[in-house]
C-alpha cells in the first residue's frame, strides 16, 4: 500500500511503500479472462490510475495548504493502494495460465477456451503481471485526468469519475462467482461510495461560497445574459419544457429560466472569402456550378 507521509514539524512530504494491502486480494482460483477484465477499473478511463493521478495533480496544483489540497492528497495516495490491490489480484487470477504449448494446450476444449479469451499480452508482455492498460489492451493514457486548477469543475469532474467507476466495479462483481474477488471489489465499491460522498459534499460547500456556475469570478455583463437562462428547444416535440431547467428560478439564483420552442436563427447566413490561389481550393465558380477553367491572371 502506498501511502502520504506528513512528518509533523519538518517541511517533508513523501511517498513511502507499507508492504500490507489496505486489503485483501486473492482470488479462489486462477482466471486469466477475469484478470483481462479486471483491467478496466485498473487502467481504463476510469480506473485506479486515472483517479490517482487525477486526484494527486490536482492537489499539487493548489496554491497553498488547507482542508481541500489535504483532501486531495489523502484520496489520490489511497488510489496508489487501490493500483496495488488490482495488480496484485490480477496476477494471481493469472497464476498457472498457460504460456507454454499454446497449441497443445489448446487441444483441451476447456484451456482452449481460456486462451481464446486472455490477453495475450498478459503472457507475452507484462510476465504474467497487471499492465495500465483497460481491458482491450489500449494503453492509459494521461488524456483521461482532468486538473484544471478550478476546485469546483475538478470535483464534479471527480464525481463523474468515482460515479463511472463504481458502476464498472459494480458490473464486474455481478459477472463473477469468485468470493475472493467479489470480496476486494466489495471493498473498492464501498471507498468508492465514500469518494462519491466527499466530492459531493465538497462541491455542495464551495456552491455555498462560490455559487453554482464554474468559474464564478466571470463578470456577468460580459456574456450575453439574455440568454444565459434559455432552454432552446431543437428537438421534434417540446417534453423538456416540463423539466425544471426551463421553468422558474435559475440554479444559481441569478435568473429564470424559459424555454424557447421554436428559436430563431441570431446570425446571418456566413459567407467566407475565396482562399488565395497558392491553397489550390475547389474554385467558388466551380461550387456555383459555373465552369472551372483556370484564368491565365491566377498564375
Not at 488524456?143 to 469546483?152: H, Q, R
Not at 469518494?195 to 462541491?203: F, K, S, T
Request: glycine fraction near 10%; charged fraction near 20%; aromatic fraction near 8%.
Amino acid at each position: 500500500m502506498q501511502v502520504l507521509l506528513f512528518i509533523t514539524g519538518e517541511d517533508v512530504k513523501l511517498f513511502y511503500h507499507v508492504k500490507e494491502l489496505q486489503y485483501h486480494a486473492k482470488p479462489e482460483r486462477p482466471d486469466p479472462i477475469f484478470a483481462k477484465q479486471l483491467q478496466e477499473i485498473l487502467g481504463g478511463q476510469f480506473g485506479e490510475i486515472s483517479v490517482a493521478l487525477q486526484y494527486l495533480f490536482q492537489g499539487w496544483a493548489v496554491r497553498g495548504n488547507g482542508k481541500y489540497k489535504d483532501l486531495l492528497m489523502d484520496t489520490g495516495a489511497e488510489e496508489l493502494a487501490h493500483i496495488e490491490m488490482l495488480a496484485t489480484m490480477i496476477a494471481r487470477l493469472l497464476d498457472g495460465a498457460p504460456v507454454g504449448d499454446l497449441e497443445t494446450a489448446a487441444k483441451d476444449p476447456v484451456i482452449g477456451a481460456i486462451l481464446g479469451g486472455m490477453n495475450p499480452q498478459h503472457a507475452i508482455v507484462s510476465g504474467l503481471g497487471a499492465m495500465p492498460a483497460d481491458s482491450v489492451g489500449n494503453k492509459w493514457t494521461a488524456d483521461y485526468i482532468i486538473a484544471s486548477g478550478n476546485l469546483l469543475a475538478d470535483f464534479r469532474a471527480n464525481l463523474n469519475s468515482e460515479s463511472q467507476g463504481r458502476l464498472q466495479a459494480v458490473r464486474l462483481y455481478e459477472s463473477t462467482n469468485d468470493r475472493g474477488v467479489k470480496d476486494m471489489l466489495s471493498w473498492l465499491i464501498a471507498r468508492d461510495t465514500m469518494h462519491q460522498n466527499q466530492w459531493i459534499a465538497a462541491i455542495k460547500e464551495l456552491e455555498a461560497k462560490e455559487n453554482v456556475v464554474v468559474p464564478s469570478t466571470f463578470p456577468n455583463h460580459l456574456e450575453k445574459r439574455e440568454v444565459s437562462y434559455t432552454l432552446f428547444n431543437y428537438s421534434a416535440g417540446n417534453e423538456s419544457a416540463t423539466g425544471r431547467w426551463a421553468n422558474g428560478p435559475s440554479m444559481d439564483g441569478e435568473g429564470q429560466f424559459n424555454f424557447v420552442e421554436n428559436p430563431v436563427p441570431y446570425g446571418n447566413k456566413p459567407k467566407l472569402k475565396p482562399a488565395p490561389p497558392y491553397i489550390h481550393d475547389t474554385l467558388p465558380a466551380v461550387i456555383k456550378g459555373q465552369s472551372g477553367k483556370i484564368p491565365p491572371s491566377m498564375y
